[in-house]
């Protein structure tokens, strides 16, 4: 190899060191799917319900005192509450898994039949809710519903 040559890739070689510190190799990779990594029920206590926590596993009580009306939204209801996470995650849409006495349950739907987490109760009831996340990962969190 010739002296000039060797002098030449030694140049363009130390030339290219400031040149990518001053641009940087950034990456950008498009359409990346982020999956859902938990779900987290975020009912709190209130006036009509009182929420526990045991082994990481949510109760939430509510006193039944009439029988929830669609039409027009009264009675005994309860608006589950649920945050998918990472906050990035491609699919944050869930759908909800009723184990239990079903009887004197019913989810809200909207225009859509969509299930949008409103629980009306007819009677009594203690069913457990599977929040599950929809982007194939499965991922779930239980809740214990209890209207006594």
Known sequence: MKK??????????IASIPIINLF???????????????IECLNETDENCT?????GKKTIKIKF???????NLTGTMLQLQWRVAPDNATVKDVEFNIRGNKDHIEMFKDAEGNETGLILFSGKAMVNIDIISTDGTKVLTSVL???Y
Do not use: F, H, Q, R
């Open 65 to 71: 005192t009439e029988a929830a009306d669609p039409v």
């Open 145 to 147: 519903v209890w209207a």
């Open 51 to 55: 929420v526990t926590e045991n082994n």
């Open 24 to 38: 940087g190799m950034n990456v950008k990779i498009y359409n990346e799917k982020i999956n859902t990594a938990y």
């Open 4 to 13: 000039s040559t060797l002098i030449i890739i030694i140049i363009i070689y």
